[in-house]
C-alpha cells in the first residue's frame, strides 16, 4: 500500500476543511459516494484530466495508514488503468501530511513540486 495519498483541492474548499477540522469532498466526490485520491505517480495525469487549467489548487498529502478501513484501492469509473484511493468518508485533518500549493505555470500547465512524478 501506498505511504500517502493525494487530492486536489480548490484553495477556498480547503479553507473551509481546515475550520471543520475535515474534508469532505468537492462536488464530484460527493456525487461519487467518496474522495478521490491519487498516488504521487498518478497525480499529473489526474490534474491533466480533470483540473486542467484551473487556478488556486492545493495539494493535499494524506496519511494512507491513517485512514483505516474507509481507504480502498479501486479501478476508476473512467477505465484509466490502475487502482487509485477512494476515501468512503471525510478526510480528518489529523491525517494530512501536508498541503502544498499547485500554481499554474507560464503555459498553463499546472506547476508541481519535485517529487511527483
Same mark, same amino acid.
Do not use: C, M, N
Given at each position: 500500500m501506498e505511504r500517502h495519498i493525494y487530492t486536489l483541492v480548490r484553495r477556498t474548499d480547503?479553507?473551509?476543511? +481546515? +475550520?471543520?477540522?475535515a474534508? /469532505? &469532498?468537492s462536488e464530484d466526490d460527493r456525487r461519487d459516494g467518496f474522495l478521490h485520491f491519487s498516488t504521487a &505517480?498518478? $497525480?499529473?495525469? /489526474?490534474?491533466?484530466?480533470?483540473?486542467? &487549467? !484551473?487556478?488556486? $489548487? %492545493?495539494? %493535499? +498529502?494524506?496519511?494512507?495508514?491513517a485512514? &483505516?478501513?474507509? $481507504?480502498?484501492? !479501486?479501478?476508476?469509473?473512467?477505465?484509466?488503468p490502475g487502482l487509485f484511493p477512494h476515501l468512503?468518508?471525510? $478526510?480528518?485533518l489529523s491525517a494530512v501530511s501536508r498541503v502544498l500549493p499547485l500554481p499554474l505555470g507560464a503555459d498553463g500547465v499546472h506547476a508541481f513540486p519535485e517529487g511527483f512524478a
Open positions: 480547503w479553507a473551509a476543511a +481546515e +475550520e471543520a477540522r474534508y /469532505t &469532498g &505517480g498518478q $497525480l499529473r495525469a /489526474t490534474a491533466a484530466k480533470h483540473r486542467a &487549467g !484551473e487556478a488556486d $489548487l %492545493v495539494i %493535499v +498529502e494524506a496519511d494512507a495508514a485512514l &483505516g478501513s474507509a $481507504l480502498r484501492f !479501486e479501478p476508476p469509473a473512467s477505465g484509466r468512503y468518508g471525510s $478526510l480528518p
